[in-house]
């Protein structure tokens, strides 16, 4: 069973779980639950900004800003590095105390804190032991949208129904009406969308 990172390093997936047998992603309601958490987040942070270049930079100058090579941390409460900046992370969380607090919720703050203090790896310090190339070798995670359109396919079939229900038949109407295109509104604004 092969173990792949997708998008950006860090989170593995266990192939069989993510794609079929020619390459494509499956379904997300194929994949369980926890993998497709992670993947659905990675579509977003793909595009996000390195922390702790974040931290120097701020959002005045985001566009110094390295994009997120790796990711570490639990969906939700992540840890986005840029290539310079993980050997930082890393000798903050092996040799200067990060390691106790590990998968606690203040994890990344505790980092940002010790990074922001001025916390940095010494010169040349290397510690990185996977083998691993740039992300740009690893296969992108799905298109946003198409992951967008799949997790409300449901409402969107719902949508569907209704409009021909209206058309096609005139009592519906009283029962679908406007109250059900309000409804409708409301779902399309406030899609479970992951955001930061
Ligand atoms: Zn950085």
């Given at each position: 069973m092969a173990k792949v990172s997708i998008g950006l390093r860090g989170w593995r997936f266990e192939e069989s779980e993510v794609f079929t047998e020619d390459g494509e992603f499956?379904?997300?309601?194929?994949?369980?639950?926890?993998?497709?958490?992670r993947l659905?987040?990675?579509?977003?942070?793909?595009?996000?900004?390195c922390d702790a270049c974040y931290l120097i930079?701020?959002?005045?100058?985001?566009?110094?800003?390295?994009?997120?090579?790796?990711?570490y941390g639990e969906p939700g409460d992540e840890l986005l590095l840029c290539g310079d900046?993980?050997?930082?992370?890393?000798?903050?969380?092996?040799?200067?105390?990060?390691?106790?607090?590990?998968?606690?919720?203040?994890?990344?703050?505790?980092?940002?804190?010790w990074f922001a203090d001025g916390g940095r790896a010494p010169e040349g310090y290397g510690g990185l032991d996977h083998v691993e190339t740039d992300p740009d070798t690893l296969p992108d995670p799905p298109d946003p949208?198409?992951?967008?359109?799949?997790?409300n396919e449901d409402f969107e079939g719902r949508?569907?129904?209704?409009?021909?229900?209206?058309?096609?038949d005139d009592e519906a109407e009283d029962e679908g009406?406007?109250?059900?295109?309000?409804?409708?509104d409301d779902?399309?604004?406030?899609?479970?969308?992951?955001?930061?």
């Open positions: 499956k379904p997300l309601d194929e994949i369980p639950e926890d993998p497709r958490e659905v987040r990675l579509t977003y942070l793909v595009e996000q900004p930079h701020g959002d005045e100058e985001i566009k110094r800003c390295a994009q997120a090579a790796i990711v900046h993980e050997a930082d992370f890393l000798y903050w969380y092996r040799e200067d105390g990060g390691k106790a607090y590990r998968g606690e919720p203040t994890f990344r703050d505790r980092f940002h804190e949208q198409e992951i967008h359109q799949r997790l949508r569907i129904n209704l409009r021909e229900g209206r058309d096609e009406g406007e109250k059900a295109d309000l409804d409708l779902v399309d604004l406030g899609t479970d969308y992951p955001s930061r």
